[in-house]
């Protein structure tokens, strides 16, 4: 099982990224997905999760008016649209997952999301916002 990020880099205050998630050696449809993110010296907060179908969702009051998730089963792969970006969402994001059913017995898109709920993580993705 892999994911792997991408889209990362430096970009101005005001700007957008869309960051990609592919994942492999899982069904996607079978999983729960989240965006995670890590700043310097900051615990991991969840920015968003859902069950791929979109039946559940959980979106950070931080960043839900600028990000948003999107799933593409065919590509197997997750994606984070960032818009509107400012220096204090310079960060290491990360997307994760667990399996659906445990995301949605254990209530996890009314508990914030919590980092130590999910199993799988990828590699993470440096994203910089200059001012």
């Known amino acids: 099982v892999q994911l792997v990020e991408s889209g990362g880099g430096l970009v101005q205050a005001g700007g957008s990224l869309r960051l990609s998630c592919v994942v492999s050696?899982?069904?996607?449809?079978?999983?729960?997905m989240g965006w995670f993110r890590q700043a310097p010296g900051k615990e991991r907060e969840g920015i968003t999760c859902?069950?791929?179908?979109?039946?559940?969702?959980y979106d950070s009051d931080a960043t839900k008016d600028r990000f948003a998730i999107k799933s593409d089963l065919a590509r197997n792969a997750i994606y984070l649209q960032m818009d509107n970006l400012n220096p204090e969402d310079t960060a290491v994001y990360y997307c994760?997952?667990?399996?659906?059913?445990?995301?949605?017995?254990?209530?996890?898109?009314?508990?914030?999301?919590?980092?130590?709920?999910?199993?799988?993580w990828g590699q993470g993705a440096l994203v910089t916002v200059s001012s």
């Open positions: 050696g899982l069904n996607l449809d079978d999983y729960a």
């Open positions: 859902m069950s791929i179908r979109g039946f559940m969702k």
């Open positions: 994760a997952a667990v399996h659906v059913s445990t995301f949605l017995t254990n209530n996890y898109h009314y508990r914030g999301c919590p980092s130590s709920a999910m199993a799988i």
